[in-house]
């Protein structure tokens, strides 16, 4: 077992479904502006899915988590409009 803890996918999904926009910014945060680093969190932000296979846009959507809908809106590179 591993004490790692949450996956950044995890942590994606759950900011999602509690509308907790601290940990989305810090999440979004611990990627560097490097260029690499921002390639992979928009990789991470256009790939995610919860176990039924909704993208994090249409997680945040169902839940009611409107402001961090408008956070992950403001990201460049994110795809709006992904196929479930």
Known sequence: MSDEGATPRELLLEACRR?????????IASF????SN????VDLLNTARDAVGRHALH????CGSYEVLDILLDQEGLEV????
């Open 19 to 27: 509308n907790n926009t601290s940990l989305l910014a810090d999440l």
């Open 59 to 62: 997680v945040a959507a169902g």
């Open 38 to 41: 921002k390639a992979q969190l």
């Open 32 to 35: 560097d502006t490097k260029k």
């Open 81 to 84: 409009d992904p196929i479930d």
